[in-house]
């Protein structure tokens, strides 16, 4: 069974940098696109990024020049190092993998998640 493991949230102050992790296992990784989402209190669950088989990303407007997606297929490990946070980025980030090598930023297209990890900004 594939697993997703999130790793990296914490609470931080506006302004601050921090990278989120996510470890895959049982999958062919670097065949796989991998998603970060978020799910904020009260909102549906948001894309933030995508990062296609290739390299290829893909981000949200909301985050576009402070986040960074990056894959590391060696490790099977996906990161999203995120800058410039702000309090409207507080929410849990989900990350997800879907069984083709092209990036979406549909939640359905992605065919397995992890468990999310709790990114809170202050202001």
């Known amino acids: 069974q594939v697993q997703l493991v999130e790793s990296g949230g914490r609470l931080v102050q506006a302004g601050d940098s921090l990278s989120l992790s996510c470890a895959a296992s049982r999958l062919s990784f670097s065949s796989y696109a991998m998603g970060w989402f978020r799910q904020a209190p009260g909102k549906e669950r948001e894309f933030v990024a995508t990062?296609?088989?290739?390299?290829?990303?893909l981000y949200a407007d909301p985050v576009k020049g402070r986040f960074t997606f990056l894959r590391d297929n060696a490790k099977n490990t996906v990161y999203l190092q995120m800058n410039s946070l702000k309090s409207e980025d507080t929410a849990v980030y989900y990350c997800?993998?879907?069984?083709?090598?092209?990036?979406?930023?549909?939640?359905?297209?992605?065919?397995?998640w992890g468990q999310g990890t709790q990114v809170t900004v202050s202001s």
């Open positions: 990062i296609a088989g290739s390299g290829n990303t």
């Open positions: 997800a993998a879907r069984t083709s090598s092209l990036g979406s930023v549909y939640p359905n297209a992605y065919d397995y």
